[in-house]
């Protein structure tokens, strides 16, 4: 039994060019319904998030999609989740996912995947939650990301603090063992 009840998944609607990148994401499905935690994700039924709601399913689990109208067609909307919600606008979809989870994880994916996990990020640093964000760094994915992140610190725009808010790991498994260890840090930005 988890001590999170449920994880926000943010990933692409695409698989990505390596197949390890739909394998981990089906992994992690799996996992997170053998920990009974439930996954909230975007709501379509391609790519690495039909993958990781398939795989989630078939194990059991609860999934819980969440998409816009204007990409209901286009991601092509998975009705055989355990709830789907259909929203007005992306910032609906953000605010509903952060709002029912306990955790965000990012596997690879492309813009819209890194600017879902960096609002929650930044939502961490100016104290509108304390859930931890986290990176399933499969295939040395988000190397380049961490070591952009690095520099925005050397280059004084970020302070060392929040990099420190960022668990990465490449395992489903440490992962969840270390998004249910997280301990919240109050760190006030502006001091």
């Not at 596997?107 to 879902?116: I, Q, S």
């Not at 498994?173 to 260890?181: P, S």
């Amino acid at each position: 039994m988890s001590k999170l009840d449920s994880v926000a998944v943010f990933c692409g609607s695409s698989e990505g060019n390596h197949p390890l990148y739909v394998k981990e994401a089906q992994r992690l499905g799996a996992y997170l319904a053998e920990m009974n935690i439930t996954l909230v994700y975007g709501g379509a039924q391609v790519g690495c998030m039909g993958a990781i709601a398939d795989a989630c399913l078939r194990a059991g689990g609860r999934v819980i999609g969440v998409i816009p109208e204007k990409l209901r067609n286009v991601e092509i909307a998975h009705h055989q989740v355990s709830e789907l919600h259909v929203v007005k606008t992306m910032h609906e979809r953000k605010a509903m996912m952060a709002d029912l989870s306990d955790a965000f994880i990012a596997l690879p994916g492309g813009a819209g995947t890194l600017e879902e996990w960096f609002e929650v990020f930044t939502w961490a640093q100016i104290g509108y939650h304390e859930k931890p964000c986290s990176f399933l760094n499969i295939n040395d994915f988000y190397n380049p990301l961490l070591a952009m992140l690095d520099h925005t610190i050397n280059e004084g725009f970020m302070r060392s603090t929040y990099r420190d808010f960022i668990i990465t790991e490449k395992t489903p498994e440490t992962l969840i063992a270390k998004l249910e260890a997280h301990q919240p840090r109050n760190v006030s930005k502006w001091s």
